[in-house]
């Protein structure tokens, strides 16, 4: 006879579990007690599902080591298992399925028939008789009952294999960020992440820039304006008057004036800074720097010469240029470490996504033009990305195949797989796009009714060498059988259930 089997919770009363008992179909139905917790552990709650039972014509059974509910359960006469493997139908058979087990008289009763016998001895022929009858009937009631159980206890289980084959689409989905976006066709809903980063990079100039390559030398006269002796070091610096001399001169030479005014003697000099800007024309240099130049005038007789620039590496705009795109790049690299961080357990960070959305500071060490050998930018930027949920790929993707899945076939559960190739995004101003190859087992549906019918009553051997014949399968049929000696099919189909390798057998 056909048992369904009811798991319990550890949060069920005998209100949750009487509502449970309404969906049954079965004329058996095993309440299985949960491993951990204490359930319907009073003689109450148990009369109350009994009775629920009972109004539904159901037997009632229960799967369950609790000491305390086993002995509630006896006292009521609902049938105790060890495990949903091991179901003795005698068990079933001498319980009372919710009603009270009362104790047996212990006045042992008069036989009549004895008494009677023992009074009127020559009506024991025709007793013997009725015996007999009796004795026959029942041997055929054993033989129905036995009949019965070869017809109700056996059970089986069959497992058919199908032939699967695999079903597989490009997909492509747009990351949208709007918080408004649910799974649709095309669009993935995205969640903007941010962070603050800063970098440096300095690269070598490929440009070339006219800078200062020689000094300018000439010579000057100086003359004492005063009536003492006055010496000048090497190094005096000389310029040409006003605030804003576009260049100095050093002498080369100490020199040293006669204590006459007037006196004057000559001494070489040179440019501080190379460059053409030295090159002076005469009666130019008429200062004395420092104090000393109350005492003393300085001019120069002739023309300063020799200061000149000449080609050398230096900033071109290509470099600044290049050297800023290496360093936006190197901020998105650096990145993206940061926002991996801000990352949901079931997250994927689209890296195509992330852009320098501001750019706080930025500093380049030379200008384009500058003679210089290398170029230096150090820049602090703020970089956003987008994430999105690898759940609602899987989504996306399942609702995809199901739309392109033909009639008459279905998926495997839990076969569902899938590849994302790299995410595209032309322009900072282009949505950035995930394309997934995704890919499941499908498989024909078979007449599974069909294969309970043709099965009934063979041996495991047979059976599988029909259904094999059959049906096209992608392995061998894998049967069970309950009791598991019992050597054949079940005759009734009623007590034949096919399934698929996938689903959970009870």
Do not use: C
């Not at 951990?36 to 109004?55: H, I, P, T």
């Not at 002995?71 to 495990?83: E, H, K, N, T």
């Not at 002796?229 to 001169?249: H, K, N, Y």
């Not at 030295?278 to 023309?303: F, H, M, R, W």
Request: no cysteine; proline share 7%; aromatic share 4%.
């Amino acid at each position: 006879m056909k048992v369904q089997i009811l798991h319990l919770d550890a949060t069920d009363d005998h209100v949750s579990t009487r509502d449970k008992l309404g969906w049954i179909q079965a004329p058996r139905v095993l309440l299985v007690w949960p491993r951990r917790g204490r359930v319907l552990n009073s003689r109450l709650d148990l009369k109350l599902v009994a009775r629920a039972a009972d109004r539904r014509g159901t037997r009632l059974g229960l799967v369950t080591h609790d000491p305390d509910v086993r002995d509630q359960a006896r006292s009521l006469g609902i049938p105790v298992f060890d495990s949903v493997d091991d179901l003795p139908e005698d068990r079933w058979r001498t319980a009372g399925n919710g009603k009270a087990v009362r104790a047996p008289s212990r006045d042992k009763p008069f036989d009549l028939n004895q008494l009677r016998l023992a009074r009127h001895p020559e009506v024991a022929a025709p007793s013997i008789r009725s015996r007999l009858g009796r004795g026959a009937a029942f041997a055929l009631a054993i033989l129905a009952v036995l009949v019965l159980l070869i017809l109700i206890v056996p059970s089986a289980d069959i497992v058919l294999v199908p032939r699967t084959e695999r079903q597989s689409l490009a997909l492509s989905f747009v990351l949208d960020a709007d918080p408004n976006t649910s799974n649709s066709e095309g669009h993935l809903p995205a969640r903007i992440l941010e962070t603050t980063i800063s970098g440096e990079l300095r690269t070598p100039t490929t440009g070339r820039a006219l800078a200062p390559s020689s000094v300018a030398i000439g010579s000057v006269v100086f003359t004492n304006l005063t009536s003492e002796s006055i010496s000048l070091p090497t190094g005096t610096g000389v310029r040409p008057s006003g605030p804003d001399a576009p260049i100095r001169f050093t002498t080369l030479e100490p020199v040293t004036l006669e204590a006459e005014e007037g006196a004057e003697a000559n001494a070489g000099i040179q440019a501080v800074n190379p460059g053409p800007s030295g090159n002076l024309a005469a009666g130019l240099l008429d200062a004395v720097e420092g104090e000393i130049g109350l005492q003393v005038s300085v001019t120069n007789p002739e023309a300063t010469r020799g200061g000149g620039s000449g080609p050398q590496p230096g900033v071109s705009a290509r470099d600044a240029s290049d050297l800023e795109l290496e360093v936006r790049q190197l901020l998105i690299r650096q990145a993206e470490g940061a926002l991996a961080d801000q990352l949901g357990d079931d997250e994927v960070l689209a890296p195509a996504s992330m852009t320098l959305s501001q750019v706080i500071e930025k500093d380049f060490d030379h200008e384009v033009g500058e003679p210089a050998e290398s170029l230096s930018l150090s820049m602090r930027a703020s970089v956003t990305g987008r994430a999105y949920s690898r759940s609602d790929i899987v989504a996306l993707a399942q609702g995809s195949l199901d739309a392109d899945l033909p009639e008459g076939e279905q998926a495997v559960p839990g076969s569902l797989s899938y590849d994302e190739a790299s995410p595209s995004q032309t322009a900072s101003s282009t949505p950035v796009t995930i394309r997934v190859h995704a890919w499941r087992e499908v498989f024909s549906l078979l007449d599974t009714a069909r294969a309970g019918r043709l099965v009934r009553g063979l041996d495991r051997a047979g059976a599988i060498a029909i259904l094999a014949r059959q049906f096209e399968l992608g392995g061998l049929p894998r049967i069970r059988l309950r009791p598991a000696w019992w050597p054949r099919l079940p005759l009734l189909e009623i007590r034949i259930g096919v399934h698929w390798p996938w689903q959970t057998l009870g």
